[in-house]
T-cell receptor, first 116, second 113 residues
């Protein structure tokens, strides 16, 4: 398995533009997580899905952020409109179980977003 | 609410020296605890985890961690650090019945030759 695949690896966009981040989880994993990492706040859970259904989106910072999982092999995180304070590294992770007793979460390599 | 504290933001050790990274958690019940490592430009990789049983757990790359309930700690150790261990290390605790992970702010490890 190729692991959790995120695209793009880097994204530079202008303030006000729409940004879409993509994630392909590991096949067979039932849970998918979106995290944001910044120097100031560390790793924050934004939202997670179970069997394609959003379970907890309490970490989504504002209405400008939205996430979807149309099928078991694809998820998107969208920011519209983007702002400079959204600059961060966004990680996607997946697991079999929410407290995966075997492997823990498997993380993608992240998308580094810069909003200028 | 659950929380994880890593009191050391940055630690520098000499290659070959021993290492201990501190982690304290706040959680009412028996926690599920994890250590992850993040190399520059990479995602997080699981080093080890504790769910129950033996309080000393072994992980990959020669790391181990000890769960101490009385101190609410789960410190990560390695007897002899290698230059390739330079990275950022994150402690995490599972979040109650939902179980999703809460991460500490991380400790950046630098290794001197």
């Amino acid at each position: 398995d190729a692991g959790v695949i995120q695209s793009p690896r880097h994204e530079v966009t202008e303030m006000g533009q729409e940004v879409t981040l993509r994630c392909k989880p590991i096949s067979g994993h039932d849970y998918l997580f979106w995290y944001r990492q910044t120097m100031m706040r560390g790793l924050e859970l934004l939202i997670y899905f179970n069997n394609n259904v959003p379970i907890d989106d309490s970490g989504m910072p504002e209405d400008r952020f939205s996430a979807k999982m149309p099928n078991a092999s694809f998820s998107t995180l969208k920011i519209q409109p983007s702002e400079p304070r959204d600059s961060a590294v966004y990680f996607c992770a997946s697991s079999f179980d929410i407290r995966d007793s075997i492997n823990g979460y498997t993380f993608g390599s992240g998308t580094r977003l810069t909003v200028v | 609410a659950q929380s994880v504290t890593q009191p050391d933001i940055h630690i520098t050790v000499s290659e070959g020296a021993s290492l201990e990274l501190r982690c304290n958690y706040s959680y009412g019940a028996t926690p599920y605890l994890f250590w992850y490592v993040q190399s520059p430009g990479q995602g997080l990789q699981l080093l080890l985890k504790y769910f129950s049983g033996d309080t000393l757990v072994q992980g990959i790359k020669g790391f181990e961690a000890e769960f101490k309930r009385s101190q609410s700690s789960f410190n990560l150790r390695k007897p002899s650090v290698h230059w390739s261990d330079a990275a950022e290390y994150f402690c995490a605790v599972s979040r109650g019945s939902q179980g999703n992970l809460i991460f500490g702010k991380g400790t950046k490890l630098s290794v001197k030759p």
